[in-house]
């Protein structure tokens, strides 16, 4: 007998059954690929069971399916894994997670510890690189698996910036007061090194300035190409500047600087620019005060 459709009941009959056992075969398939998680530690075997696809993003290479990405961003790390076998462990910084039983963990750590080795910037907006950097893997009753980062990149500026909210501290340091023998100057361009470090733990001081005011007076008198320029706003900016002892947080001294009210001698702007300035920043004279505070060291 036929239906409407032209099929008979019984084709019906097969069809459903074979629809049902491949849902069976399909279920039993997906339940058995969720339990091959657990046997994936096999491939753990260590850092070179890792192969770096590009510099954030990792995979396992005898398990595509398992992978990973590295990422820094505002001062914090973050380490995410996927595919991995439930109950393993990833380490980040200071912090860890359990990988779950769908086989993912993130975990998120402050990065500023990480980068003690990291040169002195010169610069403000300066970026370095630091390798030796890693993140643990750690299966059940197994040692840690250290996975090495390639070259992270990072603004040391930035990281120095914090000490005004508190210490500054980089792996294998405490919190501990020490002799200051050198300081660091975070200028709005260039930074001044007063002493001698070579690397961020280096670092026993950090300067920290801050422009104060909204005074202004006129400058005029400029020409351009022979003919009257614009006059010019110079804002008379104060600076006052905190030094910080960076591995306690701990304020050293303070001075106030005040606004150099001379007109630039000559100034560069685009057309249609607001020729508005401020006065110049007091660089050599804080630099100058800094070397009474901070001595030299004793050879």
């Not at 462990?89 to 200071?94: H, K, L, Q």
Request: hydrophobic share 40%; aromatic share 8%; net charge negative.
């Amino acid at each position: 007998m036929w239906n409407e459709y032209g099929l008979s009941a019984s084709h019906h009959r097969s069809n459903a059954l074979g629809w049902t056992l491949g849902n069976l075969s399909f279920a039993t398939l997906f339940i058995a690929a969720c339990t091959d998680l657990g046997a994936r530690t096999e491939y753990l075997t260590g850092p070179e069971a890792f192969t770096w696809e590009s510099d954030t993003r990792f995979k396992v290479a005898a398990e595509p399916d398992m992978w990973g990405q590295v990422a820094i961003y505002d001062n914090e790390i973050s380490l995410f894994v996927k595919g991995f076998p439930p109950g393993t462990v990833i380490r980040a910084g200071a912090a860890e997670a359990t990988v779950d039983d769908e086989g993912d963990a993130m975990v998120k750590s402050p990065s500023t510890g990480l980068f003690g080795a990291a040169p002195v910037p010169q610069e403000r907006d300066g970026t370095v690189s630091q390798g030796g950097v890693g993140f643990e893997v750690q299966v059940a009753g197994q040692p840690a698996v250290v996975v090495p980062i390639p070259e992270l990149k990072v603004q040391p500026t930035r990281l120095l910036e914090q000490v005004s909210l508190g210490p500054v501290v980089f792996l294998g340091e405490d919190s501990a007061s020490g002799a200051v023998d050198n300081a660091l100057l975070l200028g709005p361009v260039d930074h001044v090194l007063v002493g001698t470090a070579a690397a961020l733990r280096d670092l026993d001081a950090v300067a920290v300035p801050v422009r104060t005011g909204d005074t202004a007076r006129t400058c005029t008198g400029y020409t351009a190409d022979g003919q009257a320029a614009p006059d010019i706003q110079l804002l008379l900016k104060s600076t006052d500047v905190t030094l910080y002892e960076r591995r306690t947080g701990k304020v050293l001294a303070s001075q106030s600087f005040p606004p150099n009210d001379e007109c630039p001698s000559f100034v560069t702007s685009r057309a249609g620019e607001k020729t508005v300035r401020e006065s110049v920043f007091p660089e050599k004279e804080i630099e100058a005060w800094l070397r009474t505070v901070v001595p030299a060291p004793a050879h």
